[in-house]
């Protein structure tokens, strides 16, 4: 093998030139970029000059900062309590389903393939704050609301997490409900010979063969809901009085939103902050998978 | 009913595999009752969450404003006009930022592959000298969340270094970036891992080279995982919001999910809403004509995240 | 950045063949071309005579400019490409293409820092200054003033667009005055006089309050996202006789947006949300947002620029007998004023002289020749009407009110706007106390309000006083920043 490669080892040159490309520019190259930003004021516009830790001593410093890091861990805990255990309860029921299985598994998912930009855009007409709004008008029907949903700071948050885990359940179902199938059913015979009652079988064969799957949605879920920007950008852009301002989108605002010319300093130093923050996640998923795939 | 009897055993044959509940559970008419009132409650719920919102736009995509602003849930109480349909189409020239939806989608796929298959060729077949070092700074992408990058590879694509170019409002500035994905070339490597040496050298006997053993046997032999590795980059690439938001500008580039917002506050209601729904009815057919696909894939991404 | 000689030159020359072109136009095509001639001013006549072009046509060019904002109806883009086409019959060197624009505060950076601004693109006065302080903007001095009517300027107007030492950068190309813009047919279904609007402040509440209960809708609405909401706070805050900032003898710019008429207008909006619940529903309008709102006929009254009527015809379906205007009311204070601002027209940096040129020439043509030249003022005001756009918008004069009356009398048979409607404003704009926006740091004390407004109209408790106090202090850091 080894000598066949070295024969042609421009060839394999060829084959490693675009990975060393594309990742050298858009991907290794702008990692770089964001360390030494944080470090430097520029605008683009003027050469940027070092200031130390000044970036990060500005964003601490920002009143924004604090409520933007609650913002972000109260979308992460009402997503976990919205998007964790619903589509948990609909897998397993859809795999003891015995008919239309394709329809469950189509229903569920069919919001998953609508964009996200068109989801938002038509979960805020339904969010119509007003009696003639579309939830309020069925939520009248059993004599509840109306609710002010988007244009209340205490209400805001938990609805973007409702249309979130709307459009995201249906992927965490699949992937579920391939897990269950997983489930050897040996396992289920042998424990209704102890007796075991459906509940027991949920309980003492089911979840325990999904603990590790289950994990690795919690932390791919709080990865990405930290990350999370469309949807708190399109419904609220941020309000009303920066209830629902996250991590996201403070850097995007830092960057992008002042018309004279973006802070591009603090927005990497916030970057680097979360990335610090959240690569103790992806540490521990890493280490969970790894010794996951070699056991398995 | 003998027929009918021996029709629903046959109909019922696939499904024998039991799961949780077992084959003599179902037959305990208590337990089949609750099991049936439990999926028919399901089914409903997922009925009105997953199509409702679809139907609903359905209907006011057809509905004049004043109806769906007064009252929405009602069905067309002065009547429908499918002239909205046709509005969108044309003069709010949805056609035009679906294809280039399409063109963003495309491009990203070719490149998502071309990148994932070359690496992990290289790196998994042909192990040049620094595959382990190059595999590590791949993997190390892997703990940079992405949103890292959003300031500095915006600025790198405003003047792309060495050639000192900018790609703002051309294609590229999409397509490039999304083949940096340490994701797609570690199931790719792993994948091509897992292959049979044995046959790589019978073709190196035969005199195959290194380009004809990567088209005509590696390519080939790889069918089903960059068939995985496509529906993500699908997927991901139709979903894309912010990214396409900053680096294309001009109107006649943006995709579908960079205009909609933008023409939202100057478009009529019944117009905009009939532009909502075909934008979304394209994917949605896409879904249902390649749901196998889909959903494999979706359920593979658990295997193999796992 | 100062231009050459030769560019210099080329622009005379530019003015010089323009202005042959448009008498020899008018003289074929409209039989008062002695009116014509008589409105041009005399200094052009001898201008085109000193520079003779004798068969010198220059290199071919061409620009992009802003057209029209996204989402604008066919028709209104029709107009637009019309008068392309005959800036390109009297300018055969130059080529222009439109690029649909919208000055966002929130977009407007990303663009900046991209390059993709059209090489002509608009800003508000607020960001004039700045901009030329970073030098994002191009010097066009010399090309303005070449101008047949640069000395016509309004001096506090132009001085949006100059530098400190009275270089001309950008060109106020509008202004407007704020206004009470308000639902005619909404007025009289709950049971109010159109032709009444009211003129007090406590008038405004009490048909707001009579509106959202008879007509079920917003009585008064009020912006508050993207900028606006600080936009809007300033302008009440104006007309009850506060300033947000004031500025010092050395210069020195002392944020006061904790000023006691800021805290009396946020008093009025929390009554009008929550003792009298007249403020409808939605409280995350923007600029767009509220447009559309309004022209839905969900919206009593708010306050919008004199010259919005455009927009809701071209983007919005707007139906002209529901439009009315009035004057914004102002307190019986003595520093009481109606805050104005206005658009500039700039030139892109990222240009070549000739493009420098080309693009004054645009910004001559398409934004000025038609409020000072009669000829290119009718055909101008014909092109809109054939195509169904509104013509006799109400905006204020950007040149002296001489020329501004006398543009309005060109157009006068040409007018399709329902003036009647916008007569409460028109009979009393002039005799308003004017006073520009902030002058400092202006678009980021608008964003640091925001949530102050939002906070006021979503939260029953919000403590005015405390928030007000809060977002004093950021915005002074920003002053001291430069930002």
Known sequence: MRTWVSRDGLSTLVFLLPLLVIFGVFSWFPIGRALVMSFQETNLVSPPTWVGLNNFANVLSDPLFGTAVSNTLYFMLLALIFGYPIPLLLAVVMSEARHFKGLYSALAYLPVVIPPVVSVLLWRFFYDASPNGVFNTMLGWVGLGPFPWLQDPGTAMPSIVLEATWAAAGGTVIIYLAALLSVPTELYDAAEVDGASIWNKIWHVTLPHLRGILFITLILQFIATAQLFTEPFLFTGGGPANSTTTVLLLIYHYAFQNSLGGDYGMAAALSVMLAAFLGVFTAVYFWLTRSWSTSS | ?306 | MTPSPIGRFKTLAVVALAIVTVSACSSSSTPSSTAASAGTPAPNTTQAAATPTPGTTPKPVTITVASLLPGSTQSAFDAFNLRVDEFEAQYPWITVQGQEYQWLATTFTAQLAAGTLPDVFTIPFTDGKGLIAQQQIVNIDSRVRALPDADQFNPNLLVNGQDSSGKIFAVPTAAYGMSLTYNRTLFTQAGLDPDKPPTTWDDVRADAKTIAEKDKVAGFAQMATQNTGGWQLSTLTYALGGRMESVGSDGKVTATVNNPYTIAALQWLQQLRWTDNSMGSTFDYNWGTINQAFCAGQIGMFLGGSDLYTTMIQNDNLNPADYGITTVPLASVPTAALMGGGTLAAVNVNTTEAQRDAAVDWINYYYLDDMTNQNDAVENAKALQANKQPVGVPALPIFTKAIYDQDQTWIASYINVPTAQMAPFMNSIFSQPLDSEPVASTQTLYSLLDPVVQAVLTNKNANITSLLNAANTQVQTAIDKGE
Not at chain 2, 53 to 78: E, F, G, V
Request: with cysteine.
């Open chain 2, 1 to 306: 009913m003998m027929s009918r009897l021996a029709k629903r055993r046959r109909r019922r044959a696939p499904d024998v595999e039991r799961r949780i509940v077992s084959i003599a559970d179902w037959h305990r008419p208590a337990i089949r009752r609750t099991l049936r009132t439990i999926h028919g409650v399901t089914l409903a719920f997922l009925f009105v969450v997953g199509l409702g919102p679809l139907l609903w736009l359905a209907k006011s995509a057809i509905t004049p404003t004043q109806d769906t602003l007064r009252t929405p849930m009602a069905l067309w109480p002065h009547g429908f006009d499918l002239s909205f349909l046709v509005t969108a189409w044309t003069e709010t020239h949805i056609d035009h930022y679906f294809m280039n939806t399409v063109w963003i989608v495309v491009g990203c796929w070719l490149v998502q592959i071309t990148v994932a298959t070359s690496a992990a060729y290289a790196l998994s077949v042909l192990r040049p000298r620094f595959g382990s070092l190059i595999m590590a700074l791949v993997l190390a992408t892997l703990f940079v969340p992405s949103i890292v990058l959003l300031v500095p590879l915006y600025l790198t694509v405003v003047n792309v270094p060495f050639l000192n170019i900018s790609m703002i409002d051309t294609f590229w500035a999409v397509w490039l970036p999304a083949g940096a994905s340490a994701f797609n070339i570690v199931i790719m490597k792993r994948f091509f891992d897992s292959l049979p040496r044995e046959i790589f050298e019978a073709a190196r006997v035969d005199g195959a080279g290194p380009f004809r053993l990567f088209w005509s046997i590696v390519l080939p032999m790889s069918r089903p995982i960059v068939g995985v590795v496509s529906v993500f980059a699908v997927i991901g690439e139709w979903k894309d919001y912010l990214w396409p938001l900053l680096v294309l500008r001009n109107p006649d580039l943006q995709p579908l999910s960079v205009r909609l917002p933008t023409l939202e506050p100057s478009t009529q209601l019944d117009i905009f809403l009939a532009a909502l729904l075909i934008s979304s009815v394209i994917p949605i057919a896409l879904f249902l004509i390649f749901q196998r696909m889909f959903l494999r894939g979706s359920g593979l991404s658990g295997a193999i995240k796992g």
